[in-house]
């Protein structure tokens, strides 16, 4: 069955820098589009970066824009986010989903991705 699962989160100070990994399974990784999404408590899941499936197109919430990377290795079936110059703001669980559509751009509205990890959370404070 399709499952990805998200590592690398923790406690960082403001500033640092952090990166996530999602290792994928089940389906074929270099067929889909990714994404990062991140929630904060009492807040509504946001976008935050997605790549297609080729990585030839990266997408970034203007919030992240300029300090967070998305790339991938389809060969190792692996997604990143590179988080750097985090602040209090960036404090929220982290997750990591695919695409729903196969070979379609990738997208940052949780509706257009099917399937996601359980999240991993990433605190910034001092």
């Known amino acids: 069955q399709v499952q990805v699962a998200e590592s690398g989160g923790g406690l960082v100070q403001p500033g640092g820098s952090l990166r996530l990994s999602c290792t994928a399974s089940?389906?074929?990784?270099?067929?889909?589009?990714m994404a990062w999404f991140r929630q904060a408590p009492g807040k509504e899941r946001e976008g935050v970066s997605c790549?297609?499936?080729?990585?030839?197109?990266?997408v970034y919430a203007d919030s992240v824009k300029g300090r967070f990377t998305i790339s991938r290795d389809n060969s190792k079936n692996t997604l990143w986010l590179q988080m750097s110059s985090l602040n209090a703001e960036d404090t929220a669980m982290y997750y990591c989903?695919?695409?729903?559509?196969?070979?379609?751009?990738?997208?940052?509205?949780?509706?257009?991705?099917?399937?996601w990890g359980q999240g991993i959370q990433v605190t910034v404070s001092s």
């Open positions: 089940g389906f074929p990784f270099n067929d889909y589009g």
């Open positions: 790549i297609t499936w080729s990585g030839g197109t990266k």
């Open positions: 989903a695919r695409r729903d559509l196969r070979s379609d751009p990738c997208s940052l509205s949780p509706w257009d991705n099917a399937y």
